[in-house]
């Protein structure tokens, strides 16, 4: 089992940044890959970027070039960091993790509202 509890999120004016960070605990050498979801009133949930064991990450196109992830291996931790922040940015950002089994692990979310 893996736990995974996201903090961060916040009110922030457009053009301003975040950083969301997912603590995990738990069996967590087994997740190959680690991700950030997010999902706005009304819509579905849509993956915004992700990190696998290896390092290698992707991101959405309406992320490129804003947001980065990243991970700390040593605290167990992964970030989000969230620049030039846009009002369709609003949305309650999910931490994920998927462990070689393909079983999804999911936080609680974290709420991110940005203001125009």
């Known amino acids: 089992q893996v736990q995974l509890v996201e903090s961060g999120g916040g009110l922030v004016q457009a053009g301003g940044s975040l950083r969301l960070s997912c603590r995990a605990s738990?069996?967590?050498?087994?997740?190959?890959?680690w991700g950030w979801y997010r999902q706005a009133p009304g819509k579905q949930r849509e993956l915004v970027a992700a990190?696998?064991?290896?390092?290698?990450?992707n991101s959405a196109n309406s992320v490129k070039g804003r947001f980065t992830i990243s991970r700390d291996n040593a605290e167990n931790t992964v970030y989000l960091q969230m620049d030039n922040l846009k009002p369709e940015d609003t949305a309650v950002y999910y931490c994920?993790?998927?462990?070689?089994?393909?079983?999804?692990?999911w936080g609680r979310g974290t709420q991110v509202t940005v203001s125009s």
């Open positions: 994920n993790a998927r462990n070689y089994s393909n079983i999804y692990y």
């Open positions: 738990g069996f967590i050498s087994n997740i190959n890959a």
């Open positions: 990190i696998t064991s290896g390092g290698n990450t």
